[in-house]
């Protein structure tokens, strides 16, 4: 899940007047008339790149560490809402200091937000920072030197790679990964969403990534797909991005059925869910509608989630017992 993805209209246009940030003027685009225009708008995206410039404007009402704390904060209060015990939700640096805010205001922002949803709220999180990979390998690297001794210190548990993935394979960030890898950063990629199959293979020979993010096209290279289920590399899939980017026409085409019937490990997630009109469960009832799954698909889906986690052991113990609590009175 992307922080920046849960950025509400209506605190987007709440923020623009705040920092005195010029949006796009209604004449312009009818879509900045009201919260209410704007998200009709995000139910009318045509692919990633159409998202992806909605979604780079309403980044630009981030100015200040507390306009960073308010977004995550109002994301993790959604979150509990819904149920969720433990986050790792990704952020996006070079999005914000190529427009001059600092990389530590951003970071000391979300770092509030996420002691917050810990001490208030019971979730445990984790940052994940995400090189774009829409730009040159040099700028990943830049950021790198910059937000290495967070990777060290653990403030951040890894890096990821987003933006626009078609005609920006994963291979070129080899370099940057491998010393990412070196600080002790766990790796994970965007891979196999809108890009072909061979993506998510360049992203693991090539990057040494241990998760897939999206990824459901392995499904086009059945050898892959049973070498990472063997392997148990976790997917977040996140049904509702799929659809409303038009990846798939409607969920049931998603490879659920598929991932379950080959032992493949995966999550379901909201990817960026003020963009894609569905939080975490809209995601899960959305499955539920398409797939009528069972409590034990279901437990088998959860205990993968939680396994293939980059919580410590001792966490995932305890939610490993919430879960097995929940299932025993699902059966009762």
Excluded at 57 to 74: K, R, Y
Excluded at 84 to 98: I, L, S, W, Y
Excluded at 117 to 135: D, G, N, P, V, Y
Excluded at 139 to 164: I, M, N, P, W
Aim: charged share 25%; with cysteine.
């Amino acid at each position: 899940m992307h922080l920046e993805g849960s950025l509400a209209p209506s605190l987007l246009l709440t923020l623009a007047d705040q920092n005195d940030i010029v949006l796009p003027s209604p004449t312009e685009d009818p879509s900045y008339a009201s919260p209410t225009a704007l998200l009709d708008r995000y139910t009318r995206f045509t692919s990633l790149d159409d998202f992806l410039h909605y979604y780079y404007i309403g980044m630009s009402v981030l100015i200040h560490a507390q306009d960073f704390e308010a977004l995550a904060w109002e994301y993790f209060v959604r979150a509990k809402a819904d149920g969720v015990v433990h986050a790792e939700v990704f952020f996006d640096p070079q999005a914000h200091t190529a427009r001059g805010v600092a990389y530590t205001t951003v970071v000391e922002g979300f770092k509030k937000a996420c002691e917050r949803a810990e001490k208030e709220l019971s979730i445990s999180t984790k940052l994940i920072l995400c090189f774009l990979r829409h730009l040159p390998v040099g700028a990943a690297e830049d950021t790198f030197v910059e937000v290495r001794k967070d990777l060290e210190s653990g403030l951040l548990v890894g890096v990821g790679l987003d933006s626009s993935e078609k005609g920006f394979p994963p291979g070129p960030f080899r370099g940057v990964y491998k010393i990412a890898k070196a600080t002790g950063a766990r790796l994970t990629a965007h891979a196999g969403e809108e890009g072909p199959v061979q993506y998510i293979r360049e992203a693991l020979e090539e990057l040494d990534v241990e998760r897939i993010d999206h990824g459901i096209h392995v499904v086009d290279d059945v050898g892959l797909m049973q070498e990472l289920a063997e392997r148990k590399l976790l997917f977040t899939v996140c049904p509702l991005s799929n659809v409303r980017l038009r990846a798939v026409k409607e969920i049931r085409e998603l490879p659920i059925r598929t991932f379950l019937d080959e032992g493949v490990r995966f999550s379901l997630n909201s990817d960026d869910p003020a963009y894609f009109g569905g939080y975490i469960l809209d995601n899960y009832c959305a499955v539920q509608e398409a797939f009528s799954l069972t409590v034990k698909e279901w437990e088998t889906i959860a205990r993968g989630a939680i396994e293939g986690s980059w919580c410590g052991e001792d966490r995932k113990k305890v939610i490993l017992e919430q879960l097995t609590e929940v299932v025993g009175k699902l059966h009762l």
